[in-house]
T-cell receptor, first 115, second 116 residues
């Protein structure tokens, strides 16, 4: 079984401040890990993914995440928040084996960016 | 090129009615997925099609839910005898064949189903 916990359902930052969205996972096999962003009335968009290559993963829009096996974490960061980053962010996990298609999502974190 | 499209964008129905939700995947994507996103939750996996067949339907909550993909492209999610608890956003995604290696899932905008 696999699961994802996102700490903080709502994170608020000032424009230009560091963004840190937390994600911890549990998985009985080596995981694939993902961050998705969802803007209002739009579908989920993949920000970045970890599929057992480099542990520091760079994604779109200046976001990056680091896979830390010892901490079972995959936190999402961005050095400087922009107003356009305001959205809901979902962390997800799947297996590296035959069921790699089955994504298990966290409950999401709503990011607010204040001017 | 066009992304994943879903129709209708909103559907309001009464308890006990039957509904169909449609998904048009990205052309050439052999894999198609349905997820359900309830209020305040992340998406939950329902079913995965590879071509015309349902390769994994372990996420369907009960036998009121059924999905088809008769020609390996468009898919329809069917819900019989709808209940208020079925109210959610139903998301569809498609990808290239995930067997053997991971392939990114591209999501549609979803259908918001409200059961009164």
């Amino acid at each position: 079984a696999q699961s994802v916990t996102q700490l903080g359902s709502h994170v608020s930052v000032s424009e230009g401040a560091l963004v840190l969205l937390r994600c911890n996972y549990s998985s009985s096999v080596p995981p694939y890990l993902f961050w998705y962003v969802q803007y209002p009335n739009q579908g989920l968009q993949l920000l970045l993914k970890y599929t057992s290559a480099a542990t520091l993963v760079k994604g779109i829009n200046g976001f990056e995440a680091e896979f830390k096996k010892s901490e079972t974490s995959f936190h999402l960061t961005k050095p400087s928040a922009h107003m356009s980053d305001a959205a809901e962010y979902f962390c997800a996990v799947s297996h590296s084996g035959g069921s790699n298609y089955k994504l298990t999502f966290g409950k999401g974190t709503l990011l607010t960016v204040n001017p | 090129g066009a992304g994943v499209s879903q129709t209708p964008s909103n559907k309001v129905t009464e308890k006990g009615k039957y509904v169909e939700l449609r998904c048009d995947p990205i052309s050439g994507h052999t894999a198609l997925y349905w997820y359900r996103q309830s209020l305040g939750q992340g998406p939950e996996f329902l079913i995965y099609f590879q071509g015309t067949g349902a390769a994994d339907d372990s996420g369907l909550p009960n036998d009121r839910f059924f999905a088809v993909r008769p020609e390996g492209s468009v898919s329809t999610l069917k819900i019989q005898r709808t209940e208020r608890g079925d109210s959610a956003v139903y998301l569809c995604a498609s990808s290239l064949d995930p067997r053997g290696s991971y392939n990114e899932q591209f999501f549609g905008p979803g259908t918001r189903l409200t059961v009164l």
